[in-house]
């Protein structure tokens, strides 16, 4: 098992455009979680999925953001008209191993967004 | 609202304990946990304790729980040079499902 993976590590994007950031969580987690980290502050969660139903949104995830997890795997992270508010870190966690503690969230590296 | 606070930094020398202190106000958490991120990383789970535990001990790891005062910290015995990182205490949010991060407190070890 290789851990929570994320895609791309870093993007740098101009204002305006729209941006799509992968997560691949560890097999077998049926949850997903994504949260937004800007520096000096800790993560604040975005939304969570379990398999690939999208069951919470925080009032962070305007209507310019938009998460999918079509098939309970991988999820996307969609943000259109990118805003230079937008820069920060994009986590991805997991949790939910069957048979295990499925409260403990395990973290991806993150995706870096910088919008000039 | 549920808000976790914690002091912003912390120094130490090589081999002494660090003691990283945590306050939160959900009374009904049941779990809270200790990540470390390293820069530019992600974040890296250390431990957590059950809100019935006054004590979790983890190899180096000590972490202390007060659910009267709210009060959780994390000590780190024999404080290595690789320990310096930003620690974040957590709580669950009441629905259960997202965390609740503190802003961090930034380790420095010298040696």
């Known amino acids: 098992d290789t851990g929570v993976s994320q895609d791309p590590r870093h993007k740098i994007t101009k204002r305006g455009q729209n941006v799509t950031f992968r997560c691949d969580p560890i097999?077998?987690?049926?949850?997903l979680y994504w949260y937004r980290q800007t520096l000096g502050q800790g993560p604040e969660f975005l939304t969570y999925?379990?398999?690939?139903?999208?069951?919470?949104k925080s009032r962070l995830l305007s209507d310019r953001f938009s998460a999918e997890r079509p098939k309970g795997s991988f999820s996307t992270l969609e943000i259109q008209r990118t805003e230079q508010g937008d820069s920060a870190m994009y986590l991805c966690?997991?949790?939910?191993?069957?048979?295990?503690?499925?409260?403990?969230?395990?973290f991806g590296p993150g995706t870096r967004l910088t919008v000039t | 609202g549920e808000d976790v606070e914690q002091s912003l930094f912390l120094s130490v020398r090589e081999g002494d304990s660090s003691v990283i202190n945590c306050t939160y106000t959900?009374?009904?958490?049941?779990?809270l946990y200790w990540y470390k991120q390293e820069p530019g990383a992600g974040l890296q789970l250390l431990t957590y304790?059950?809100?019935?535990?006054d004590m979790k001990q983890d190899q180096r790891l000590t972490v202390l729980l007060n659910k009267k005062d709210k009060h959780l910290s994390l000590r780190i015995a024999d404080t290595q040079t690789g320990d310096s990182a930003i620690y974040f205490c957590?709580?669950?949010?009441?629905?259960?499902?997202?965390?609740?991060f503190g802003k961090g407190t930034t380790l420095s070890v010298s040696s």
């Open positions: 966690a997991s949790s939910g191993l069957a048979g295990g503690p499925s409260h403990e969230q395990y």
């Open positions: 097999s077998e987690h049926n949850r």
């Open positions: 999925f379990q398999n690939e139903a999208q069951l919470e």
């Open positions: 959900d009374s009904s958490s049941t779990y």
């Open positions: 304790i059950f809100s019935n535990m």
């Open positions: 957590a709580e669950r949010d009441q629905a259960g499902t997202a965390l609740i």
